[in-house]
C-alpha cells in the first residue's frame, strides 16, 4: 500500500453517481426512494450528482446506495470507468469486503492468542513462584 493516495473530487463522486445511476436504469427520484432516508429526494440527488449539496447528510447515504451495487476500489479509485467489466460484479465487490474483513479478523485473532499466550506464562509463572 505504498501508492500515494490522491483525491476523488466531490464533483467526480457526483459524476460517478451519475453514470453508476444512468447505468442502473435508474432515475434520480427512484434512487431517492431507494434510499428511503426522510428528507432525501430527487433534488437533492441531484444537488449531490452535481457536487454541490456535499455537506448534506444525504451525500453519505447515496455514498452507501452505490457502494451496495459496486466495488469501493472501483468507485473511489483515480480511475473510475463505467465500462469496467468487474464494476458491478457482486461476487468482485463482495470479495473485496470479505478479504478486507478476513485480514481484520485474522488479525484480532493474533493479538487475542498472544494476549491468552501472555496470560498463561504469566499464570504460570506465578504458580512456580508460589511452589518455591
Known amino acids: 500500500m505504498e501508492e500515494k493516495i490522491k483525491l476523488v473530487t466531490v464533483k467526480e463522486m457526483g459524476k460517478r453517481f451519475a453514470q453508476i445511476r444512468k447505468k442502473l436504469d435508474l432515475s434520480q427520484a427512484q434512487v431517492a426512494e431507494y434510499i428511503d432516508v426522510p428528507g432525501i429526494n430527487q433534488a437533492k440527488v441531484s444537488a449531490i450528482e452535481l457536487g454541490t449539496n456535499v455537506i448534506s447528510p ?52 493474533h493479538e487475542d492468542i498472544e494476549e491468552r499466550l501472555k496470560d498463561w506464562d504469566d499464570s504460570l509463572d506465578e504458580t512456580a513462584d508460589y511452589l518455591k
Open 58 to 109: 444525504f451525500f453519505l447515504a447515496v455514498e452507501l446506495f452505490y457502494l451496495q451495487h459496486v466495488s469501493a476500489e472501483a468507485l473511489f479509485g483515480t480511475t473510475f470507468k463505467i465500462d469496467n467489466p468487474h464494476l458491478f460484479d457482486k461476487d468482485y465487490t463482495l470479495a473485496s469486503v470479505a478479504k478486507a474483513r478476513i485480514q481484520l479478523l485474522k488479525q484480532q485473532i
